[in-house]
DNA sequence: CGGTCCCTTGATAAACATCAAATGCAGTGG
DNA sequence: CCACTGCATTTGATGTTTATCAAGGGACCG
């Protein structure tokens, strides 16, 4: 059932680049674990003793205000990290609730052994800086799309977004989450969601319960990514495109 | 006119903990550069050779969006880096403009020397790591803040931040930025910006030109931070904290 | 004194959250 | 197979918030 360790190793670049021996040693100290649907990975304010990879799955990532409103900051699928804050701003405990948001299997570490493999090992400093630089930039996009992007335009890259990481095909896709989960991680409430995706219609995106059918991508990235000051440089966007 | 180096490297979490010799090669390879208010200092798209460090003075970073939005990322003050992200993420040219908010000085290094130097020194390592990480940590909160907290919430606890972050006496200060600088850093429109401070008022907050008075610092974060998921963590709001 | 820049104020419209209720759908037990 | 229940989603009605457009101060500077 579990996937063989040597092929999900390839697939992390986190990991990619390391000498025999570095990647060896990470082989073995490898444990994975599951996680089922729904299962909560770590609490909020709990000590920090692991630090996971995710192999497998998603993990929605969260918060709740002191007024009970619920945050997602993000979704976590594949290659993602969880615990990276924690480890490396020293903080005694998880900043945030991680829950399994599909059936999960995760690569655990010991937190300060690998804090001590990042130091020793030159190859693995520069692949985990480059990872949480990445997921700082994501953040940004993130905050600006809520600035400058209307409902349907976030709607429309968080899809054309997903099509482009799962290698889905946009004609004919499965939402791989709920669409209240997407809704909070885009920031909007359910309901808005839900009209927003009729909006999306006259642009030629048809979604029947998790059935999504993207008429023309091209179509859709006009509409989504005039608005985004980063379509220039995102993978997913073509249209703007001017490197490469 | 310009500060001492070695007092300034004392200052910077970056450089702290470093062996004496680790030290030495970087003061000797800091340059200092002025830069008046105003003046640019990258642009978006092009080619990264520098890295830089505040030592005086804050940088506004944005971006402009295909349809002329600009959109403020970030203002960046003494410690703060500028270039990380195309450095650590291998991008060949700046992904944003880079322009003086206010008089600057910026310890300059060379990209990909200072790359180098965080490969090999491990204790710099541990210092970059945690410095990227909290620079995403930080927008992570500000995305939440767009979500969860309405207009004078958000500039209520850019106020607290401001004071907080400059050690300024809340009962009276000046703001260090222009109004419109820092309403698009909080993702807003100067008009919504003049109506909110408005409605601040009624808590206590006095402005008058750039003369600001937070009659009562805890009435605001009772305003304010009721609605921050991260209220518990965060080294500005007293009222709901739990570390420490 | 006229001009520019920055900010404020006013009026209006769009977008979104909220509250409430209806619908649909999957699983359960009769 | 069918009613029944629980949960997720949709739809409707309404109010709040904020962007937008337009015009009005007020300070500073030539």
């Known amino acids: 059932m579990h996937p063989n360790l040597t092929t999900l190793f390839d697939k992390l670049s986190l990991f990619s680049n390391l000498t025999p021996a570095e990647r060896e040693e990470l082989l073995e100290t490898s444990r994975l674990q599951d996680f089922k649907k729904g299962t909560p990975i770590f609490h909020h304010g709990t000590p920090v003793s692991s630090f996971y990879i ?11 205000t002191p007024e009970g409103k619920e945050i997602t900051l993000t979704i976590a699928i594949l290659g993602d990290m969880l615990g990276d804050h924690e480890l490396f701003e020293n903080k005694p405990t998880y900043q945030a609730h991680a829950v399994a948001a599909e059936d999960c299997l995760l690569l655990t570490y010991n937190s300060n052994w690998i804090k001590k493999k990042v130091q020793e090992h030159s190859s693995l400093t520069l692949n985990m800086l480059a990872a949480i630089s990445k997921k700082g930039s994501r953040s940004t996009i993130d905050r600006e799309q809520l600035v400058t992007m209307k409902t349907p335009q976030r709607i429309g890259c968080f ?75 995102c993978k997913t966007c073509h249209i703007y495109q001017i490197n490469r």
């Open 54 to 64: 995710i192999a497998d799955g998603a993990v929605r990532l969260y918060r709740e």
């Open 159 to 233: 899809l054309l977004h997903l099509c482009d990481v799962f290698n889905l095909n946009p004609k004919s896709f499965v939402l791989p989450y709920s669409k209240a989960t997407i809704a909070s991680k885009l920031g909007m409430e359910p309901e808005s969601f839900s009209r927003a995706l009729g909006k999306l219609k006259d642009i030629g995106v048809t979604v029947q319960g998790n059935n999504v059918s993207i008429a023309d991508s091209s179509t859709l990235e006009r509409f989504v990514c005039r608005s985004c000051s980063t379509a220039e440089d």
